[in-house]
């Protein structure tokens, strides 16, 4: 049935636009991360992309701030960090803050993915711009504004996933 779906959609579709943060792209990512959570896929992997999709959201507010004309001193990042924020509020119930240490940092593995995942996101968009920007305004290949940001985060996740970086830690028996 899902295929059929897929299907039919591809069919009716007209025009694609290139955007990293279109809202398609952004209701597919939010309503994935619960369905993988339920999956049993690891939380830091989950942890990435629910940082990416909060700071997409964070990316549409803006937008609509600036429809509005609501323009303040330090807004982008204040809405941006807000958004990436919002963590918080989504999976509060349902995770266990378990601080470890990770690289110099004191942190629950969740919120430290969820941060690298949005810190991935908003520099893959900012090396776009410079590249396009190199290339004389013009992207270097089709999609190449959705293709950085997705395959930045995509690596990141996949490398937190191989080191498994929110499974609990073991306790040292060596010395038994």
């Given amino acids: ?18 955007n990293p943060a279109c809202p398609i792209c952004t209701v597919a990512v939010g309503a994935s991360l619960e369905i993988a959570r339920r999956m049993g896929v690891d939380d830091a992997v989950v942890g990435v ?25 330090g807004r982008d990042f204040i809405v941006l960090a807000l958004s990436v924020l919002m963590i918080l509020a989504m999976y509060v119930s349902q995770l266990e803050y378990t601080p470890k240490a990770i690289l110099i940092f004191w942190l629950d593995p969740f919120l430290f ?48 996933g191989k080191i498994q970086l929110c499974a609990p830690a073991l306790p040292d028996l060596s010395g038994l």
């Fill in 49 to 73: 992309w629910a940082g990416a999709f909060l700071l997409i959201l964070g990316y549409w507010a803006n937008r609509w701030f600036d429809k509005k004309g609501w323009n303040f001193k």
């Fill in 113 to 160: 993915a969820t941060l690298c995942g949005a810190l991935t996101f908003h520099f893959a968009m900012r090396f776009y711009q410079w590249m396009k920007e190199k290339n004389g305004g013009h992207a270097h290949f089709p999609f190449e504004k959705v293709v950085l940001p997705f395959g930045a985060v995509a690596l990141v996740a996949w490398w937190f």
């Fill in 1 to 18: 049935m899902a295929v059929v779906l897929v299907l039919l959609f591809c069919l009716i579709s007209v025009e694609a636009m290139a």
